[in-house]
């Protein structure tokens, strides 16, 4: 595709659900970066892909969350078991670059937590 | 450890009227820095950014800002706004965690508001 896309655009879970987040890089981008924005802020880093090896995830908050990319495209943010805290817009984010952080961003998923 | 601060949560212009967006930075070496937009509904968006070479960097819609190392600051300015200016404004750095790995570190953000 053109750009970066991300679905769905809005997931509203109630707490303790699990979510899937999807993200379609753009085509032959080798590096893959996921943030969570909460309200109010700036994104954090969660993790990064380089085709499919996830090489950081230091940003992961949490055992439950859990982020993969098998095939060096697609990649998926899952969350397990939601709660509260987990609402935030969640970004991808690609470039055609090893380690580049001069990427091209998904308008992002906003999950609420109810 | 890298960080970045967005002195200004919220600035307010009028249409036609200058602009700067206010940005520091904490790092040790010279800085990779950004500055990115984010309008309602939409992804982030590079405004321009600085690795090295001139201070002075141009960047899309009209937007340059100026690396100044003595003041630790990389400033995003305009020299007339335009109601489509109207977003979020983030400055963001390079940074490195404990095993060297590079990611962005962001500002909170400065909100614009362009009144016509």
């Known amino acids: 595709g053109a750009g970066v896309s991300q679905s769905p655009r809005y997931k509203v879970a109630k707490r303790g659900q699990d979510v899937a987040l999807r993200c379609d890089p753009i085509?032959?981008?080798?590096?893959l970066f996921w943030y969570q924005q909460a309200l109010g802020q700036g994104p954090e880093f969660l993790t990064y892909?380089?085709?499919?090896?996830?090489?950081?995830k230091s940003g992961l908050p949490s055992d439950r969350f859990f982020a993969e990319r098998p095939e060096g495209s697609v990649s998926t943010l899952k969350i397990q078991r939601t709660q509260q805290e987990d609402s935030a817009v969640y970004l991808c984010?690609?470039?055609?670059?090893?380690?580049?952080?001069?990427?091209?961003f998904g308008q992002g998923t906003r999950l609420t937590v109810v | 450890a890298q960080s970045v601060t967005q002195p200004d949560i919220h600035i307010t212009v009028s249409e036609g009227a200058s602009l700067e967006l206010r940005c520091n930075y904490s790092?040790?070496?010279?800085?990779?820095l950004f500055w990115y937009v984010q309008s309602p509904g939409q992804g982030l968006q590079l405004l321009l950014k600085?690795?090295?070479?001139d201070t002075l960097v141009q960047g899309i819609k009209g937007f340059e800002a100026e690396f100044k190392r003595s003041q630790s600051s990389f400033n995003l300015r305009k020299p007339s706004v335009h109601w489509s200016d109207a977003a979020e404004y983030f400055c963001?750095?390079?940074?490195?965690?404990?095993?060297?790995?590079?990611?962005?570190?962001w500002g909170l953000g400065t909100s614009l508001a362009v009144n016509p």
């Open positions: 963001a750095v390079v940074g490195f965690n404990a095993g060297n790995n590079r990611k962005l570190i």
């Open positions: 790092y040790g070496a010279t800085p990779y």
């Open positions: 600085y690795f090295s070479g």
């Open positions: 085509s032959g981008h080798v590096s």
């Open positions: 892909f380089q085709n499919e090896a996830q090489l950081d």
């Open positions: 984010a690609s470039s055609p670059r090893e380690w580049s952080t001069e990427a091209f």
